[in-house]
């Protein structure tokens, strides 16, 4: 059991299918041929943008899983965004208090901190959330006492895989494929990782470096130009423009993640380690990039990941070594074993770009249907009156 010293909710548990034996080598392929006229035809696929809808984590969680049980058209989702970690908006969530937390709770308001993206937790730490496999053990997976005295919020999902830490840069990707219209794509955790691979993320890395390589190159042959001549500004002088570096942009956030935090020096942003996926993780060369999960049901998966744009290295801290590990990662600490993505890619693109190239590499294998928030909130109102009727059910 969970300690109750931990803050969690547990979404309902899927019952996973078993998988048959099988040892046909699957080449993964979201492509069909028609017999009749030779064309090629795409499976449809609902692409579903949550950023902006101020959903928070257990939210996201409870859509993706109300989408795989319950649409009644059964079909595909791709869905992205960027969550808040602690905030719900939709759904009223009542969490049993503990004495253990009472002082906290009770701190005045002067002694409010701040953390590194500018969010105020009175107390506790709203600025991420610890998630859970369904057969996670906190016992085994998370510092307890840590956890506790932060009042960090801890969640336990409805997919199996191991422990993450989200914040308000963890990008979040859910892919929702059903058998009848992927037949290729075998329902086992390892057919589905590669299939994504393949399809989706090996393609949307591959596109984003290329994007990032050709505007580096245009930027080197251009340089950048100034009003500014040699000599004399206004134009007065030899008529030789200067190129100057480049300046580096500096906002809030950015002052406040300095003190903590400085590129690593053997990172370098223009030569990013191609996209792979290793054993059971997605890395760039020998660091992880992200935490994947899978949910088996009858008729379809759920594949979903959340890549690690940035993260806090004090919230890192929640996680203990697991004794299960990949071989690769051996006993690297948390901070040796990831990577974050800002390291290779922060230089050029914001961190949206992510799900630019996802969309793009999607659509080259799916019909893409765009989708809204309320486009999915009508699955839960007409089967179960509403999102928190669903969920409280």
């Known amino acids: 059991s969970i300690p109750q010293t931990i803050r969690t909710h547990l979404t309902r548990k899927l019952r996973i299918r078993p998988s048959p034996s099988h040892n046909k080598n699957v080449i993964s392929t979201t492509r069909r041929l028609l017999s009749n006229n030779n064309a090629i ?112 919020l801890v969640l336990k999902r409805f997919s199996g895989g191991g422990t993450v830490v989200v914040d308000h840069s963890s990008l979040w990707t859910t892919f929702i494929g059903r058998n009848k219209l992927l037949p290729d794509v075998k329902p086992f955790p390892r057919d589905i990782m590669k299939w994504s691979a393949d399809v989706v993320f090996g393609p949307a890395f591959d596109s984003w470096n290329r994007e990032i390589s050709a505007s580096s190159g245009a930027r080197s042959r251009r340089g950048r130009q100034t009003l500014v001549f040699q000599g004399k500004s206004c134009g007065l002088g030899d008529g030789k423009s200067l190129t100057l570096p480049p300046v580096e942009k500096e906002t809030p956030q950015t002052n406040l993640l300095t003190a903590r935090y400085k590129r690593p020096e053997h990172v370098r942003s223009d030569d990013a380690p191609k996209f792979q996926l290793r054993e059971n993780d997605y890395v760039l060369g020998e660091r992880k990039i992200g935490g994947n999960a899978q949910s088996i049901v009858s008729g379809g998966f759920l594949h979903h990941t959340s890549f690690l744009w940035d993260w806090d290295s004090t919230n890192m801290e929640y996680l203990t070594l697991p004794a299960k590990r990949p071989d690769y990662r051996g006993d690297r600490s948390h901070d040796e074993f990831l990577v974050r993505l800002k390291d290779h890619y922060g230089e050029h693109s914001a961190k949206n770009t992510l799900f630019t190239h996802v969309k793009y590499a999607t659509g080259e294998s799916f019909e893409l249907e765009e989708m809204t928030l309320n486009d999915a909130l009508k699955i839960a109102d007409e089967k179960f009156g509403g999102l928190q009727e669903w969920f409280d059910g």
């Open 41 to 152: 035809t795409r499976p449809k696929i609902s692409w579903l943008d949550l950023r902006g809808a101020g959903l928070s984590a257990v939210e996201r969680l409870a859509m993706e899983e109300l989408l795989l049980r319950h649409d009644p058209l059964e079909r595909c989702w791709a869905i992205i965004g960027v969550h808040e970690p602690t905030e719900n908006k939709l759904l009223n969530i009542s969490l049993p208090p503990h004495d253990d937390w009472s002082a906290q709770r009770k701190r005045a308001d002067g002694d409010r901190v701040v953390d590194a993206y500018g969010h105020e937790n009175d107390g506790f730490n709203r600025s991420c959330a610890v998630i859970m496999g369904i057969g996670g053990k906190a016992e085994r997976l998370i510092d307890i006492q840590s956890a506790k005295d932060d009042g960090v």
